[in-house]
């Protein structure tokens, strides 16, 4: 098998072409410029080369057109990739509203992707997904920094411990598509590698329905939620230990430190490993940690569940 000779990557995902055409719109202008300046340089070397001893040059002291030219147009310029690229990156890093698309968990480990789907569904180092939905995934990693690349999709996220970071595409395209680490992560680093598969929807519904499969997110942090015992203290109850979480996600909580704080994924993943930093008002700080007794991925599952109590209650008041 001879490879062919690729510059880019294939354009596979809504945002590909957007990115490519961005990066040739630099590329065009870099070149133009640079062939500017080359040849001003070689014509002005000739043009006003010293022809004999005696040859002087007229002095100029300056030319406001010129200069005002000079500074004016490349700053018009770099304006327009400015906000070329400004509009590009805001669309990158907002993920479309969650009911339209599917978020898949994702957690790096050295040296490997794990990945679970909305059913429950579970892979290592490949990640299936229909055509032409949104796809959001939440990522966080059980070890060091990772990043998560997918080049024909033009995009690419770091993969933080402690933290959850975002990456969301929509394919358009169907095939195999490479799936790379993207930061040093020790000695594998260069193994930590897989593959996206891009399938027609029906194809990702009966290949859900082939895998391991089972137990959803949300159900499994329904069960770890009990397990754990969480459920004795935020049963939902009034005079409960802890406070109610249905329809917790998404709110603001007052802290008993005094201000506020939005309860999003990173919140609530704070609040179970290490719950006294901030506590709700009203409630005392008795809550212990549940640092080394769940996994990354049951910390995802956990709040998977929250979240699911918060879709409940919105469904319940329409
Ligand atoms: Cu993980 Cu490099």
Redesign the pocket.
């Known amino acids: 098998m001879t490879p062919e000779f690729q510059f880019l990557p294939p354009q596979a995902s809504t945002l590909s072409s957007e990115v490519d055409a961005l990066f040739f719109f630099v590329l065009g202008i870099s070149i133009v410029f640079s062939g500017l300046i080359f040849l001003a340089v070689v014509f002005f070397s000739i043009r006003y080369r010293r022809k004999s001893d005696s040859d002087a040059p007229e002095q100029i002291d300056g030319s406001l057109l010129l200069e005002l030219t000079w500074t004016i147009v490349p700053f018009l310029i770099c304006l327009v990739m400015f906000a070329w690229g400004a509009k590009i990156f805001f669309e990158n890093s907002r993920p479309p509203v969650a009911a339209e698309g599917i978020e898949i968990l994702v957690t790096?480990k050295?040296?490997m992707w794990k990945v679970q789907h909305p059913d429950g569904t579970r892979e290592i180092n490949e990640l299936h997904i229909p055509i032409g939905r949104p796809i959001t995934l939440t990522m966080t990693s059980e070890d060091?920094i990772?990043?998560f690349f997918i080049p024909a999709f033009r995009t690419k996220m770091d993969v933080l411990p402690g933290r959850y970071t975002s990456l969301w595409f929509e394919a358009t395209k169907e095939g195999k598509f490479h799936l790379f680490?993207?930061?040093?992560?020790?000695t594998k680093?260069s193994e930590?590698i897989g593959w996206v598969h891009v399938m027609q929807p029906h194809e990702y519904e009966s290949w859900l329905g082939g895998g391991s499969g089972g137990e959803s997110a949300v159900a499994a942090g329904e069960r770890l939620f009990s397990e754990l015992g969480c459920v004795s203290c935020h049963s939902g109850e009034s005079g409960s230990r802890g406070p109610d979480l249905a329809g917790l996600y998404g709110k603001t909580e007052e802290l008993a430190s005094g201000g506020s704080v939005k309860v999003d994924e990173s919140y609530l993943r704070e609040s179970i490993l290490s719950p006294l930093s901030k506590v709700t008002e009203g409630f005392e700080p008795v809550m212990p940690t549940y640092q080394g007794l769940v996994d990354e991925m049951g910390i995802m599952r956990l709040i998977a569940y929250v979240k699911s109590l918060s879709d409940l209650e919105g469904a319940e008041g329409e």
């Open positions: 790096g050295q040296w060091v990772h990043s680490c993207a930061e040093y992560c020790g680093h930590m």
